[in-house]
């Protein structure tokens, strides 16, 4: 055999094997045989690794298992060592001596320690918020005093300015909360005009609330950031240096500090951006805290039901039975499909892993004289679906650009009942893919050439987009893909009305444009869509060229 000639895998050996001087005085049967017994090497390298993974997975699941058992009597140790605990100090109180203080004692003197620091700090607090309501009129209107509010940073020395001349309006001072954000307006106070004091004395101000916004519902920009920014002719909020501007609604206010602190600016916008992120968990937190609350409150009997399925003496008493082909089988075998699964996923071996789902989801709808065993196993192979349903999605955005690849994928997440989230997964990964190649497209001062690239690379894009989608999704959802083309079209008009803005419409430059663009939308006829009337510049370029390439729709 030839494959003999080949060396010693276990040997070190770098030399490299010249195939075709092996086989130079080969015959042709010796040549199959070589072909054959490297397929049977390959394939028996492919089954020992396989099976060592099979076998890796099955003591993980094992030692899985042991570490469960190792936490619930690490629980009861625990609990133990808690009642000892307890009882040494009752112990150590009846005997009343006078010795150094027990446990118990330390540990209530932590606590009023505790206590102590935590209503020191609230009093800080307190007085804060009280100096900021004598400092700033009508701050105590949007600023009333609840628990934990307090303020993070105040920042003087700012100026409005008006968002559509950008001149300055007002000076004003902002006052930034763990919750909100205030900013007071500076105002001159009324004078008497009786009063003997100098007239040269520059008047006395005072600060008045004007705007008070929750952090959780505002957007803060750093508009000085556009100025290192390569898309600066793309952005939607001009470059200004020491500027902020703050979008609540559809509201918009724009803030410049003073040219020589830099720092003031910076400091606004970290600390507004650290102060959101600790809000947010908070209320995250306090939210999470809440729903556990809920589900123990209503869910009390459910989950102490689910907890005897759980133990397996209790389970093994219960004794379910489950018709299988004709077969009666109990939980313990439910369990070994469970685990079968978990090895299927392991290994990624999809469509196994698919109809054990499928299959274990329709066993459980037999059990409707069990209620709780049903809610046990359907939970125990949603968790494992979720998981399924995580790599596919993966492998998915991975290779959207395939067919077949796409929808397979697909087939497996909508058998799953995860085909919502299949179709956000696709369209948001083709628009990634569709804003990147379009970025890429560089204005070198050929207008038509730029039009063609982009053109191209969007129109293209929609019409392949559309083509896999018809094949992977049933028509019924084909609403959504159509929604989705249409916003990159509005987004690819945009870009069209931008460049040709300072063209003379029916110019030859902005014909030949309009020619190029209608000649790739008419590509979308391969897959049934037409949005040549879809086509349309904004604003002065507005014209009916070509049969349609300014018509409304």
Known sequence: MLICGLPDPTVTDTRIIDVANLLANASEQDIREYQTSLRKLKNRTSADLQQSVYQNRTQFIKISKEAEKLK???????????????????????????????????????RHANRSSVANLESMWSIQLQTLWKTVERSQKFLPAIPGRHIVLESGQWIELDSATWKPRRPVHIVLLNDHLLVAAKKRKRMDPNS?????????????????????????????????????DDSEEPAVPNAVNIRYGPKSFTYRTDQRNVRAKNDLVMTFRKTVEELRKGLRTEAEAAAKSTELISGSQSLSRRSEMFDSDARDKLDILIDVDGKQQNMKWVDGQLDELDINIALQQFE?????????????????GNLTAQDVINSKIDVRAGKLAEILIRALVDTHSFLNATKLNISWLTRLGFDDRAREAYLRARSEVMTKRARHCVFEGDLPLYIFQVSFIYFTMIKNTIGIYQQCFPSNMTSACIKWAKGHLDAFNATLSRQLSSVEPDSQIWVRCMDIVHEHAGTLAEVGVDFKNLIHLDGNNHNGHSGGAGAES
Not at 213 to 231: T, V
């Open 196 to 232: 003997q004091n100098n007239s040269k004395a520059p008047a006395p101000t005072k600060l008045v609330a004007e705007e008070c916004w929750p952090l959780q519902d505002i957007d803060l920009i750093d508009l000085g950031a556009n100025l290192d920014s390569d898309s600066a």
């Open 72 to 110: 619930e009597e690490m629980s009861t140790l625990r609990g133990l060592m808690s009642e000892l605990t307890t009882a040494l100090g009752q112990a150590g109180a009846t005997t009343g001596s006078n010795g150094s203080p027990s446990l118990e004692e330390t540990l209530v003197g932590r």
């Open 352 to 368: 196994d892993a698919v109809a054990r789902v499928e299959k274990l989801r329709k066993l459980t709808k037999t059990l409707r």
